[in-house]
């Protein structure tokens, strides 16, 4: 009888594992699928996008024209950018997930913290973002488009109302599509959608993802045209005698990066006080006689955002003024540095203003990113770093192209901390494939040292910040808390909602020499509530106990609820990528 049972259950597991995997080959056939057509839709969107914010820079470039002929001139301009400001106002008050870059946003979605609403948040995003930089703030379109992208994969997931694993899936998809159409860079795309957003490169990822910034980039280059976004060639390579001082660019690099991270806390904290400050006086004059009168007070509304757009257009429209080339983006600047065209004083000056002004624009809370804006600083420090070479030690300025690339890659690695991005981002920018040793090194080097004096990576940073200005649920609060085991204390939600929440298959690998290589499943102690429901090994399939032991190379499958997300991708952060250096 033992005998039969055994049999019996051997053939129930054989025929299981002929279903799953033939399952699993029909769901990444149609991930591919979906993956192409979202970015297909995404790569249109962008397109339009970049059009329209190429339109608004022409706008602003004639408004600042106008204002400086002085007279009435510059106060029509003026009351232009007022407009701009409540009409931004307006659109974060109908949606107000559109604030700031949107990658936070779409991070806290793919660890359970979020749910954007998809249908308020594509139309203001891109009528936000357009109308803030046409106003001339120093905004990039980058992040803008990770979140649109994010948020048209999560719309096709729920016009087909697919699954979470599905959803989250699409939005990755989404996610690397904008990157891809906003830069011209598909691999980047990619390659940031799993090294930042869904923290996974299993290939059930990896596959769609690629498919989907591949269609978005062909789609966008169609509308646009193959020009690389930073249109310059580098006529000498950097020579292996000067890399010494490739060393010393990412320890500068890796220390600016820091203070552009703290420097951009401060400027929220600015904005923050500026908003309640201006918040304050205007309700003291309009309810002296009446506290339901205030323009904060009447119908609940807050008005302090309205106050921080405003600041935000007034400091644009002194900067018409004071130094108009600091307004935008900047990202044409990138070219004029890599052909010398800017002195070693004349670089020192624009590095100072446009930092400060890129920083302010953002701390604003106004949409948009802060990718391109950082690489515009990472040009200008290279490129005065350059200056510095030559006035110094008399290195050739030849290489100065060589040091803007070099300045971008290494300043990306040292906020953003996805040094492999930065590398591949760069070179699909530039067209260069001869500098690769060197920005590898650069952006190692860099990224050390903002490691090493304790800097956070910005997205965290901003997601953090995000999380502290909201109430969140106990499940949430167990997520985002570091300093105390989360996963072991029993859960504060009652059966009703933990049976109505969604669940989600996530990917882990077990990295040879990490924590679980070797061990039991038992030792993983995911979530209450979590499963692996399946491991993979070469071209076999197994269906895990809590007894079974992993080994270097395998593939799990973990179901868990949309709360448990987070912790889980923590988990398997923890115990299967990183190396111990222990031996057993």
């Not at 029509?76 to 946003?105: F, K, N, T």
């Not at 976004?229 to 490739?246: C, G, H, N, Q």
């Amino acid at each position: 009888m033992t005998e039969k049972n055994t049999g019996k259950n051997k053939a129930e597991g054989a025929r299981y594992r002929v279903r799953n995997v033939a399952r699993r080959e029909h769901f990444q056939r149609r991930m591919i699928l979906e993956g192409a057509l979202v970015g297909g839709v995404t790569g249109t969107v962008i397109a339009l996008f970049r059009l329209a914010l190429n339109n608004g820079d022409v706008i602003r470039n004639r408004m600042v024209e106008f204002a400086r002929t002085g007279g009435s001139h510059s106060l029509v301009v003026l009351g232009i950018l007022m407009v701009l400001a409540v009409l931004i106002y307006l659109l974060l008050r109908w949606a107000p997930d559109i604030s700031g870059s949107g990658i936070p946003q779409v991070e806290g979605e793919m660890k359970g913290l979020e749910d954007q609403c998809w249908w308020r948040v594509l139309p203001a995003k891109l009528l936000g973002c357009t109308l803030a930089i046409g106003g001339g703030l120093a905004l990039g379109r980058e992040g803008p488009s990770i979140q649109i992208g994010g948020m048209l994969g999560k719309a096709c997931a729920r016009i087909r109302k697919t699954n979470l694993t599905e959803e989250r899936l699409l939005m990755t998809c989404g996610a690397g599509a904008g990157l891809a159409a906003a830069f011209g860079a598909p691999l980047a795309g990619a390659l940031f959608s799993l090294e930042e957003l869904h923290k996974n490169f299993s290939l059930e990822v990896l596959v769609p993802t690629m498919v989907s910034t591949a269609v978005a980039d062909y789609v966008a280059v169609n509308i646009i045209g193959l020009t690389p976004v930073f249109d310059f060639s580098i006529t000498e390579k950097l020579p292996l005698r000067l890399y010494w001082s490739v060393l010393a660019l990412g320890l500068i690099l890796g220390a600016f990066g820091v203070l552009y991270n703290r420097t951009l806390a401060a400027m929220q904290d600015l904005f923050d006080g500026i908003g309640r400050l201006v918040d304050k006086a205007v309700s003291s004059v309009f309810t002296s006689g009446d506290a339901a009168a205030g323009p904060s007070g009447r119908h609940g509304r807050d008005r302090k955002p309205l106050y921080k757009m405003i600041a935000a257009m007034l400091m644009a429209f002194a900067a018409m003024f004071l130094y108009p080339v600091v307004l935008g983006s900047g990202s044409y600047l990138v070219a004029m540095i890599s052909a010398g065209r800017f002195t070693l004083g004349a670089l020192a000056i624009l590095l100072v203003w446009k930092f400060f002004f890129s920083t302010a624009s953002f701390g604003s809370g106004s949409p948009g990113g802060i990718f391109l804006p950082l690489l515009v600083l990472g040009a200008l420090t290279g490129g005065l770093y350059s200056r510095g070479l030559s006035a110094l030690l008399g290195v050739d300025q030849v290489y100065i192209a060589s040091f803007v690339i070099l300045g971008m890659a290494g300043y990306f690695a040292a906020i953003v901390r996805a040094p492999i991005t930065g590398i591949i981002l760069i070179t699909e920018m530039t067209g260069d494939l001869s500098s690769f040793l060197s920005l590898t090194f650069i952006s190692v080097v860099a990224y050390m040292v903002a490691d090493t004096l304790g800097g956070e990576p910005v997205y965290e940073q901003l997601l953090n910040r995000r999380l502290e200005k909201r109430k969140l649920t106990p499940q949430e609060e167990d997520i985002v808390e570091i300093d105390r085991p989360r996963y072991q204390k029993e859960r504060t939600v009652d059966k009703k909602t933990r049976g109505r929440e969604r669940r989600a298959i996530i990917f882990g690998d077990i990295h040879t020499g990490s924590y679980m290589d070797g061990r039991q499943v038992m030792d993983l102690e995911l979530p209450p509530g979590a499963l692996i429901t399946s491991v993979r090994r070469g071209d076999r399939e197994l269906i895990p106990g809590g007894r079974t032991r992993l080994l270097g190379g395998d593939v799990i499958e973990v179901l868990c609820r949309r709360s448990d997300i987070g912790p889980a991708q923590d988990i398997l952060e923890k115990k299967c990528h990183m190396l111990t250096g222990e031996e057993e």
